[in-house]
């Protein structure tokens, strides 16, 4: 199946400064990718639909000024996290959809970025 | 609007017990379903999918069929072992949506020796 990386799969960083976190897929061309947050225990929240080439489409409730998104190629999609405070400590997680397999929808998701703000 | 449901855990089994997970979801569209399993400390992987009514999804003795009429796709295993424990979730999408996904809140299992 289609492969999806995440750098860095583990940061940690002092309150105020800002985070990067890469989005890869390895093997195929994403025109879409999507982020999401994850929190102890509880499922994942989408934060953003990101599209190659345009803005990205953020949902309700998350800040597009403090979770930039950048897509600019179509194997690269970067989530960057300004002026990180503790609250924004959770599990990031990217995905996408391999094109060649629209039929069934099926979405690649990457290992997962954990980021803790002290 | 679209949404899933999922059985609430913690879900605690011997070893070689029978599993099953509910999950109902609700769509405005044919929905693709999904279970995807989530081991501690990773992302999520795929472990079966149904793109159509009465599809049955399956891999690694894992089972979910696509009841269209009960908007169901429970997730079985006969016998579960120790090395299954983990979270499962299950999602929809739909392509309409722009393939966003939406998954249930997820469902820890632990499987005891």
């Known amino acids: 199946g289609a492969v999806v990386s995440q750098h860095p799969s583990w940061v940690i960083c002092k309150s105020g400064t800002s985070v990067k976190i890469e989005c890869r897929s390895l093997d195929f061309q994403a025109t879409t990718m999507f982020w999401y947050r994850q929190f102890p225990k509880q499922s994942l929240m989408l934060m953003a639909t990101?599209?190659?080439?345009?803005?990205?489409?953020?949902e309700q409730g998350v800040e597009k000024d403090k979770f930039l998104i950048n897509h600019a190629s179509l194997t690269l999609s970067t989530l960057t996290v300004t002026s990180a405070h503790p609250e924004d400590s959770s599990f990031y997680i990217c995905?996408?959809?391999?094109?060649?397999?629209?039929?069934?929808?099926?979405?690649?998701f990457g290992p997962g970025t954990r980021l803790t703000v002290l | 609007g679209n949404s899933v449901t999922q059985m609430e855990g913690p879900v605690t089994l011997s070893e070689e017990a029978f599993l099953t997970i509910n999950c109902t979801y609700t769509?405005?569209?044919?929905?693709?379903l999904f279970w995807y399993v989530q081991y501690p400390g990773e992302g999520l992987q795929l472990l079966l999918k149904?793109?159509?009514?009465?599809d049955k999804g399956s891999n690694k003795g894992f089972e979910a069929t696509y009841r269209k009429e009960t908007t169901s796709f429970h997730l079985e295993k006969g016998s579960v072992q120790v090395s299954d424990s983990a979270v499962y979730f299950c999602?929809?999408?739909?392509?309409?949506?722009?393939?966003?996904?939406?998954f249930g809140t997820g469902t820890s299992l632990t499987v005891i020796p």
């Open positions: 149904a793109t159509k009514a009465d």
């Open positions: 995905s996408s959809i391999h094109q060649g397999d629209r039929t069934d929808n099926e979405q690649f």
């Open positions: 769509a405005t569209g044919y929905p693709s």
């Open positions: 999602a929809l999408t739909l392509t309409y949506t722009g393939n966003q996904f939406y």
């Open positions: 990101s599209n190659e080439g345009s803005k990205a489409t953020y």
